[in-house]
């Protein structure tokens, strides 16, 4: 199985807004076999600085960045939908 990474911090409000768009995406049939660990950067530091990124939202698949910043509702599907191709 893909291993997504999704980190964050717990008062970004960008990453907030992520959270919504992937609460609301997660309940589509397509995503259901989506694993995502969702990393809270402020309380796993030594995971997040093995990573490579410098914002969050920030997400990963397999070890490879896929979008890193400011997310729209799209920007998350299309991070999906790289997840469910690999």
Do not use: H, Q, W
């Amino acid at each position: 199985m893909n291993e997504l990474y999704y980190f964050k911090l717990k008062f970004c409000p960008y990453c907030v807004r992520v959270n919504g768009f992937l609460d609301e995406l997660l309940k589509d049939e397509r995503y259901k076999s989506i694993k995502i660990r969702t990393v809270d950067e402020s309380k796993e530091r030594e995971l997040a600085n093995s990573y490579d990124y410098y914002l969050v939202p920030s997400f990963f698949l397999n070890g490879k960045k896929l979008f890193e910043g400011i997310m729209t509702k799209e920007d998350v599907r299309k991070v999906l939908e790289e997840a469910i191709k690999k």
